[in-house]
């Protein structure tokens, strides 16, 4: 029992896990964590041979498998559909074997929430004290709650899904230090500053109320204190709340994913694929959601996000095995004593709060999450077996031991390199020069399928005037990327530096047709037309750029030179004098303002 315990204190650190000084400090370690308790858990499976008995939810889940494998010949990145696929059978073999342990022994959930529950206090502690400026750790966006989560809202998502595990064991134990606990983790919650968390939460908390035939008598004073702690944020100048316009962008990455459903309604563009061909579905969309590049990389609606990436018939499977969830949920409530029904409450209202997230984001996508996730499902499978009788089934403990050796194997290299890539890419932004490209190169050489870290690399060595290098890596990341505007432009580069102007004008209008309203893209081809002395083009170009970009001098300066060669002098003067005024020592405007004035 002793190793059962640690493996289950192990699993409820997952939120905890992250590695700085890695170009992915949160998602990457998390899933290697994951990974690593799943072949702990499976190989006490096989130790106790408690393989031999059917899964409950084997039949959705093999479904989804198998429609996940035939939807790989729809990938444009192909490594990024394997890669998809490979998360998922890392989460069946984890969900399996937890099952398998659970239904041996019920006694292990309580165990699990327990770790669980005092993990997430001391998540909800670092979040808490990262709004009060003290960190350990120096992230991009600070006074922030993210905590070990990556993101603010990453944070609510995980903090929902753990309030009615605390729930549970408050109407189960009535520990007074329950309610610190509970405290902390609202308190947190709060300063997410997520909505769609927020609305989980109070769908979750309703959810698990009824199921336990209970009013939600709610303390006067507790309401005050989180009111005081909502409504005070402005009393707090360097916290970031409420992000502004996120509601208007997650309507408009929803149209552009409802447009990619549409063009492939049966098997979707292929798992792991939707960020691909989000950049190509968005061109001649005035008001698609662009940022400075096309990176949206994900619909932030894991339903649409499925939708689009495996279909209606994936999303039709996925909604079969959360169906198929709440369908034993609901039986197990109906069956069992008044103890179990509170923990089956707990579970309902945990996937509730996630299912009701997923609606406006993606945490079916974040690893602490999805975590959560597919624990709970081993627990009401594991629940559903004790209590209503196993089904055994003829299994080779050759062949999954087999199977466990290269999932571990598999794994392992994965893990190795994924890490290793991640810690070369961060230390190629801290280096400069030739070691930055070093650790770059070292980046992709470690994971060659990945187009970031080919885009990161060719970008680096066009900075460092390699050309050749860096035509070598934006080329291979064009391969796994065709669409990302930002690789285009930047061969767009290469080529007006080597001096093949039909290569550069052709990928420079590609780097637009992608993204229209670019402030480099348009100042790049205005500069090329600028060197080609077609100076009409160079000014629609450079007045477009200026649009984006008021304070760019250097754009207002080259539109001053295609004004002076076209002998407009005045609307050329005009131009080298705002230079000027946004950088009064930049000394080729003033040579130009003194032949204007000769």
């Given at each position: 029992?002793?190793?059962?315990?640690?493996?289950?204190?192990?699993?409820?650190?997952?939120?905890?896990i992250?590695?700085?000084?890695?170009?992915?400090t949160?998602?990457?370690?998390?899933?290697?964590?994951?990974?690593?308790?799943?072949?702990?858990?499976?190989?006490?499976?096989?130790?106790?041979?408690?393989?031999?008995?059917r899964?409950?939810?084997?039949?959705?889940?093999?479904?989804?498998?198998?429609?996940?494998?035939?939807?790989?010949?729809?990938?444009?990145?192909i490594?990024?559909?394997?890669?998809?696929?490979?998360?998922?059978?890392l989460?069946?073999?984890?969900?399996?074997?937890?099952?398998?342990?659970?239904?041996?022994?019920?006694a292990?959930?309580?165990?699990?929430?327990?770790?669980?529950?005092?993990?997430?206090?001391?998540?909800?502690?670092?979040g808490?004290?990262?709004?009060c400026?003290?960190d350990?750790?120096?992230?991009?966006?600070?006074?922030?709650?993210?905590?070990?989560?990556?993101?603010?809202?990453?944070?609510?998502e995980?903090l929902?899904?753990?309030?009615?595990y605390?729930?549970?064991?408050?109407?189960?134990?009535?520990?007074?230090?329950?309610?610190?606990?509970?405290l902390?983790?609202?308190?947190?919650?709060?300063?997410t500053?997520?909505?769609?968390?927020?609305?989980?939460?109070?769908?979750?908390?309703?959810?698990?109320?009824?199921?336990?035939?209970?009013?939600?008598?709610?303390?006067?004073k507790?309401?005050?204190?989180?009111?005081?702690?909502?409504?005070?944020?402005?009393?707090?100048?360097?916290?970031?709340?409420?992000?502004?316009?996120?509601?208007?962008?997650?309507?408009?990455?929803?149209?552009?994913?409802?447009?990619?459903?549409?063009?492939?309604?049966?098997?979707?563009?292929?798992?792991?694929?939707?960020?691909?061909?989000?950049?190509?579905?968005?061109?001649?969309?005035?008001?698609?959601?662009?940022?400075?590049?096309?990176?949206?990389?994900?619909?932030?609606?894991?339903?649409?996000?499925?939708?689009?990436?495996?279909?209606?018939?994936?999303?039709?499977?996925?909604?079969?095995?959360?169906?198929?969830?709440?369908?034993?949920?609901?039986?197990l409530?109906?069956?069992i004593?008044?103890?179990?029904?509170l923990?089956?409450?707990?579970?309902?209202?945990?996937?509730?709060?996630m299912?009701?997230?997923?609606?406006?984001?993606?945490?079916?996508n974040?690893?602490?999450?999805?975590?959560?996730?597919?624990?709970?499902?081993?627990?009401?499978?594991?629940?559903y077996?004790?209590?209503?009788?196993?089904r055994?089934?003829k299994?080779?403990?050759?062949?999954?031991?087999?199977?466990l050796?290269?999932?571990?194997?598999?794994?392992?290299?994965?893990?190795?390199?994924?890490?290793?890539?991640?810690?070369?890419?961060?230390?190629?932004?801290?280096?400069?020069?030739?070691?930055?490209?070093?650790?770059?190169?070292?980046?992709?050489?470690?994971?060659?399928f990945?187009?970031?870290y080919?885009?990161?690399?060719?970008?680096?060595a066009?900075?460092?005037?390699?050309?050749q290098?860096?035509?070598?890596?934006?080329?291979?990341?064009?391969?796994?990327?065709?669409?990302?505007?930002?690789?285009?432009?930047?061969?767009?580069?290469?080529?007006?530096?080597?001096?093949?102007i039909e290569?550069?004008?052709?990928?420079?209008?590609?780097?637009?047709?992608?993204?229209?309203?670019?402030?480099?893209?348009?100042?790049?081809?205005?500069?090329?037309?600028?060197?080609?002395?077609?100076?009409?083009?160079a000014?629609?170009?450079?007045?477009?750029?200026?649009?984006?970009?008021?304070?760019?001098?250097?754009?207002?300066?080259?539109?001053?030179?295609?004004?002076?060669?076209?002998?407009?002098?005045?609307?050329?003067?005009?131009?080298?004098?705002?230079v000027?005024?946004?950088?009064?020592?930049?000394?080729?405007?003033?040579?130009?303002?003194?032949k204007?004035?000769?």
């Amino acid at each position: 029992m002793n190793h059962k315990k640690l493996i289950l204190f192990l699993a409820s650190l997952t939120p905890l896990i992250f590695l700085p000084y890695l170009r992915n400090t949160f998602y990457v370690p998390k899933i290697v964590w994951i990974f690593l308790i799943t072949i702990l858990i499976s190989t006490v499976c096989i130790k106790y041979k408690l393989f031999g008995y059917r899964n409950t939810f084997i039949i959705p889940i093999g479904l989804i498998t198998f429609w996940y494998l035939i939807s790989l010949n729809r990938c444009v990145n192909i490594f990024e559909g394997i890669y998809a696929v490979l998360i998922f059978i890392l989460f069946i073999t984890f969900y399996i074997s937890l099952e398998d342990l659970v239904s041996k022994d019920v006694a292990v959930i309580d165990i699990f929430i327990g770790y669980l529950v005092l993990v997430s206090f001391m998540v909800s502690l670092y979040g808490i004290l990262q709004i009060c400026g003290i960190d350990f750790l120096r992230w991009e966006v600070e006074r922030t709650a993210l905590s070990t989560l990556g993101r603010r809202n990453f944070a609510g998502e995980y903090l929902v899904m753990v309030i009615p595990y605390v729930y549970y064991l408050l109407y189960k134990e009535k520990k007074w230090y329950l309610y610190i606990v509970l405290l902390f983790l609202i308190s947190h919650l709060v300063f997410t500053f997520t909505r769609a968390s927020y609305i989980a939460f109070f769908v979750s908390s309703v959810v698990f109320f009824i199921l336990v035939s209970k009013r939600i008598s709610l303390n006067k004073k507790a309401i005050i204190f989180l009111c005081i702690l909502l409504f005070s944020y402005n009393a707090f100048s360097d916290i970031k709340t409420f992000e502004k316009g996120t509601v208007k962008s997650r309507f408009l990455i929803w149209s552009i994913t409802l447009k990619m459903i549409k063009s492939n309604p049966l098997m979707g563009v292929g798992p792991g694929n939707f960020f691909v061909m989000y950049p190509y579905y968005a061109i001649g969309e005035e008001k698609a959601l662009r940022g400075i590049s096309l990176v949206v990389d994900r619909a932030h609606n894991d339903y649409l996000d499925i939708c689009a990436e495996t279909g209606i018939t994936g999303i039709f499977l996925f909604l079969y095995l959360l169906y198929c969830f709440f369908k034993v949920c609901i039986i197990l409530y109906r069956d069992i004593d008044r103890k179990r029904k509170l923990l089956i409450a707990g579970i309902i209202s945990s996937v509730v709060a996630m299912c009701i997230n997923a609606l406006a984001s993606f945490p079916f996508n974040n690893p602490a999450t999805l975590f959560l996730f597919w624990t709970n499902v081993s627990f009401a499978g594991g629940i559903y077996r004790k209590v209503k009788g196993e089904r055994s089934v003829k299994v080779s403990y050759s062949i999954v031991k087999f199977y466990l050796v290269i999932f571990a194997i598999t794994g392992i290299v994965l893990s190795y390199r994924g890490i290793k890539a991640g810690r070369c890419a961060f230390l190629a932004k801290v280096f400069k020069g030739k070691q930055s490209l070093q650790f770059a190169e070292s980046a992709v050489a470690y994971n060659p399928f990945s187009f970031k870290y080919l885009h990161f690399a060719g970008t680096t060595a066009l900075n460092l005037g390699e050309y050749q290098k860096a035509y070598e890596l934006l080329t291979k990341g064009i391969n796994l990327h065709p669409y990302y505007d930002s690789t285009h432009n930047n061969l767009g580069l290469i080529y007006l530096f080597i001096g093949d102007i039909e290569k550069a004008e052709s990928s420079f209008f590609t780097a637009l047709k992608l993204n229209p309203d670019n402030y480099e893209f348009n100042n790049n081809i205005g500069f090329l037309y600028l060197t080609t002395k077609d100076y009409e083009k160079a000014i629609n170009y450079l007045t477009k750029a200026i649009q984006l970009k008021p304070d760019a001098y250097l754009s207002f300066y080259s539109l001053g030179v295609a004004y002076y060669m076209k002998k407009q002098y005045s609307e050329a003067k005009e131009q080298f004098r705002k230079v000027l005024e946004i950088n009064p020592d930049f000394y080729p405007a003033k040579e130009y303002l003194e032949k204007i004035s000769r």
